[in-house]
């Protein structure tokens, strides 16, 4: 299976790397998208998919758009041609923190959807209590053929539908999906449904049910697998095959 969204390059990785890319391999995670958080992050993602054959996206996250440079396409072009690059990303709108003024996380969400325009490259988004004006600058922005993935979706039933029919979006899942208390989201997975949905941890962060608290990493993307197995009332091996088709579509695997 697939880790379409993961930090292994995090440092809270240094000093175990090798072994927790080893166990994501033993536990059957054939690939893993290494993603960044800002310019310099998204050079070490770049360089940890090299050492370890990964795959790495580049971008600036919402939180971090406030110390984004001037020239973002300038910046990040040349990291985008590098190989092992496969997307443009985390970036998007996050209203629950405001890390970064408003305006600005909109500034550098439209300068980096410019870009997968120009690159046809797909984006990773981060989206949070930011539906609205996050759907608004994609209606500005966004043009068929474009290909990109809501990561960590927990949103409603009405969002999944939103962003899947809308936009063509796919709808990245994680351990939030294993929490007791995640109903909304169950139903929001099985109304997209499988064949818009792919798999994640976002590792370090989000550890699923049984292993939730712990440092999350890519091989617990198994925990989220079965548990979405059991939603959607698919068999596993479909469910992997069909989520993991998603993925190599979505970020040409």
Known sequence: MIDTHCHVHDRKFDDDRDAV??????????AMVTVGEDVEDSRQAIAIAQQYGLVAAAGIHPHEAKNA????????????????VVAIGETGLDYYYDNSPRDRQAEVLRAQLRLARESGLPVVFHQRDAVADFCAILRDE???????????????RDEARLFVDEFGLYLG???VLTFPNAYALREAAGAAGAEKLVLETDCPYLAPVPVRG???EPSFVTHTAAKLSEVLA????????TTDANAATLFTL
């Open 234 to 241: 698919m068999p596993l091996d479909e469910l992997v095959a």
């Open 173 to 175: 899942i994680g351990g």
């Open 142 to 156: 966004w043009i068929s053929g474009m290909r990109g993935v809501v990561h960590c979706f927990t949103g409603t």
């Open 69 to 84: 440079p001037a020239d973002i396409a300038g910046e990040l072009r040349g990291l985008l041609r590098l190989p092992r």
């Open 214 to 216: 712990k440092r999350n």
């Open 21 to 30: 890319v080893a166990r994501a391999r033993e536990a059957g995670v054939t």
